[in-house]
């Protein structure tokens, strides 16, 4: 029995008449007939008393009716919901984020125009390191991912970078450097500091730029911490461990305890926001989510 013949069924139950259900159902009678006698001898019933004017419903076929309308309701129902995910409608959407991508006004946004856009789709949200969830992403069990600068590009995956924020020195209330109110400062400036960075595999490209740039300055930061968020750093800057760079929209982060300046003399450090996505991926409610990360994005976003 599939759900063919129950809707053969109920067209007959209905009509009353195996020929106008065979109208209705746009068959000939003869074929319609022999489905509903194969459907009665798969369940060893009778399921309509036959007589010249038509047919009636058995005491089987009345309790198979009702069991038949649920069932084919509950089919039809599952299309719809199949249709609205094949569509981009509904669905399930894992999305990922670092906790300094996460910073950014633009990420939480974009979520909430998710949610109140497509309130079918149900958002799963976890939070990683780039390198986890570029991972995760390339593995299937992310569907997408903000980040920051990629540490790794893995066949098949995409990486859009959305906007690009000035980075800023977050210091300790107090340190020396802050002696002069709102003054930006230079690289040369940070020579001696101990440098709180992210570790390579959490976030290489903004600190390995931030290295780089050192060196052309003559000299190689102390490096007093190593960690793997960006949050981690600011912790032990409030701390008075040391000092890092962030992306501007961090700013926000212990303002009791630290203090951001701008950096002068390193116009090639920025912080980009990427979206990585797998792109044989792209469908469904991924392609919708994408398509609205790209209509919010500043205009001029690299793709």
Request: hydrophobic share 45%; with cysteine.
């Given at each position: 029995?599939?759900?063919?013949?129950?809707?053969?069924?109920?067209?007959?139950?209905?009509?009353?008449?195996?020929?106008?259900?065979?109208?209705?159902?746009?068959?000939?009678?003869?074929?319609?007939?022999?489905?509903?006698?194969?459907?009665?001898?798969?369940?060893?019933?009778?399921?309509?008393?036959?007589?010249?004017?038509?047919?009636?419903?058995?005491?089987?076929?009345?309790?198979?009716?009702?069991?038949?309308?649920?069932?084919?309701?509950?089919?039809?129902?599952?299309?719809?919901?199949?249709?609205?995910?094949?569509?981009?409608?509904?669905?399930?959407?894992?999305?990922?984020?670092?906790?300094?991508?996460?910073?950014?006004?633009?990420?939480?946004?974009?979520?909430?125009?998710?949610?109140?856009?497509?309130?079918?789709?149900?958002?799963?949200?976890r939070e990683d390191h780039a390198a986890g969830?570029?991972?995760?992403?390339?593995?299937?069990?992310?569907?997408?991912?903000?980040?920051?600068?990629?540490?790794?590009?893995?066949?098949?995956?995409?990486?859009?970078?959305?906007?690009?924020?000035?980075?800023?020195?977050?210091?300790?209330?107090?340190?020396?450097?802050?002696?002069?109110?709102?003054?930006?400062?230079?690289?040369?400036?940070?020579?001696?500091?101990?440098?709180?960075?992210?570790?390579?595999?959490?976030?290489?490209?903004?600190?390995?730029?931030?290295?780089?740039?050192?060196?052309?300055?003559?000299?190689?930061?102390?490096?007093?911490?190593?960690?793997?968020?960006?949050?981690?750093?600011?912790?032990?800057?409030?701390?008075?461990?040391?000092?890092?760079?962030?992306?501007?929209?961090?700013?926000?982060?212990?303002?009791?305890?630290?203090?951001?300046?701008?950096?002068?003399?390193?116009?090639?450090?920025?912080?980009?926001?990427?979206?990585?996505?797998?792109?044989?991926?792209?469908?469904?409610?991924?392609?919708?989510?994408?398509?609205?990360?790209?209509?919010?994005?500043?205009?001029?976003?690299?793709?």
């Amino acid at each position: 029995m599939d759900l063919k013949h129950l809707r053969y069924f109920v067209a007959v139950a209905e009509t009353g008449h195996i020929t106008r259900a065979a109208q209705r159902l746009g068959m000939q009678q003869p074929p319609l007939s022999q489905q509903i006698r194969a459907l009665e001898e798969s369940l060893g019933t009778t399921l309509f008393h036959r007589h010249p004017k038509g047919v009636t419903l058995t005491d089987s076929g009345q309790l198979l009716l009702e069991d038949s309308r649920r069932l084919l309701n509950e089919a039809e129902a599952v299309r719809e919901r199949m249709r609205a995910v094949a569509s981009g409608h509904a669905g399930v959407l894992a999305v990922g984020f670092t906790s300094s991508a996460a910073s950014h006004a633009f990420t939480p946004q974009v979520l909430r125009a998710c949610r109140q856009e497509y309130p079918d789709i149900a958002l799963q949200i976890r939070e990683d390191h780039a390198a986890g969830l570029t991972e995760a992403v390339a593995g299937g069990r992310l569907h997408c991912g903000f980040l920051r600068v990629p540490v790794d590009r893995p066949p098949g995956l995409r990486f859009e970078t959305l906007l690009r924020e000035p980075v800023l020195v977050a210091l300790p209330v107090g340190h020396a450097l802050l002696a002069r109110k709102g003054r930006a400062l230079s690289l040369a400036q940070l020579k001696g500091e101990r440098f709180i960075l992210v570790r390579q595999t959490g976030a290489p490209g903004l600190y390995a730029q931030l290295l780089a740039l050192c060196e052309e300055q003559g000299f190689t930061p102390a490096v007093a911490h190593e960690v793997s968020r960006m949050m981690t750093a600011l912790n032990l800057v409030a701390a008075g461990e040391g000092i890092t760079v962030v992306p501007a929209s961090m700013r926000g982060a212990h303002p009791d305890a630290i203090e951001y300046r701008p950096l002068s003399g390193a116009r090639s450090l920025d912080a980009p926001l990427t979206l990585v996505y797998r792109e044989a991926g792209l469908r469904g409610p991924l392609q919708s989510f994408v398509r609205l990360v790209r209509e919010a994005a500043p205009r001029g976003s690299a793709r």
